[in-house]
């Protein structure tokens, strides 16, 4: 059974930083491109950062470029968000997805993220 | 970026009814291998994205067969043949076809 499970969020002040974490597992994880969605409280879906399945491509949002970088480990198969610079409008629940090519086929449960002083 | 736009915004529909929802984009979908890489999601209250359809019209493993998707190019369309309790939430469609994938803003299904 595929399974994502991310952790690390929390309440953090503006400008501070934060690692985001999404362990894998169910698959063959160093098969697969990796993405990071969030959703602001009561939003929509908004496409955050990808990387590619051997972490040699990665892909931003403009709205995070510069302050956010994705990462992997595929000895761990875990996916990683580093953020930093954080401000209120990046508040949201962070989810991880698995990427089946064209689309996101399995996504975690979500890991929520407070900026706020 | 392409944008994608989902009406209506809001779906108030009767147990047992049909609903439709609209999505369109801003730029062809067709990828250059020939394949429409359009997809829908469903997300419950409180729940994650869980997907509905992909490359248009193929329904993923367990999903109830009252969902159907349809539609080419720009215009696309998911129909619920008739509507359950457990299908209130938000409905999202998403293009896989140009970089970066987009949503389109969410339809919200409700029961009246």
């Known amino acids: 059974e595929v399974q994502l499970v991310e952790s690390g969020g929390g309440l953090v002040q503006p400008g501070g930083s934060l690692r985001l974490s999404c362990a894998a597992s169910?698959?063959?994880?160093?098969?697969?491109?990796m993405h990071w969605v969030r959703q602001a409280p009561g939003k929509g879906l908004e496409y955050v950062s990808a990387?590619?399945?051997?972490?040699?491509?990665?892909y931003y949002a403009n709205s995070v470029k510069g302050r956010f970088t994705i990462s992997r480990d595929n000895s761990k198969n875990t996916l990683y968000l580093q953020m930093g610079s954080l401000r209120a409008e990046d508040m949201a629940v962070y989810y991880c997805?698995?990427?089946?090519?064209?689309?996101?086929?399995?996504w975690g449960q979500g890991t929520l993220v407070t900026v706020s002083s | 970026d392409v944008v994608m736009t989902q009406s209506p915004l809001s779906l108030p529909v009767t147990l047992g009814q049909p609903a439709s929802i609209s999505c369109r984009s801003s730029q062809s979908l067709v990828y250059s291998d020939g394949n429409t890489y359009l997809n829908w999601f469903q997300q419950r209250p409180g729940q994650s994205p869980r997907r509905l359809i992909y490359k248009v019209s193929n329904r993923d493993s367990g999903v109830p067969d009252r969902f159907s998707g349809s539609g080419s190019g720009t215009d696309f369309t998911l129909k619920i043949s008739r509507v359950e309790a457990e299908d209130v939430g938000v409905y999202y469609c998403?293009?896989?076809?140009?970089?970066?994938?987009?949503f389109g803003q969410g339809t919200k299904v409700e029961i009246k």
């Open positions: 998403m293009q896989g076809t140009h970089w970066p994938w987009t």
């Open positions: 997805a698995r990427a089946d090519g064209y689309s996101h086929d399995y």
């Open positions: 169910g698959f063959t994880f160093s098969s697969y491109a």
């Open positions: 990387i590619s399945s051997n972490g040699g491509s990665t």
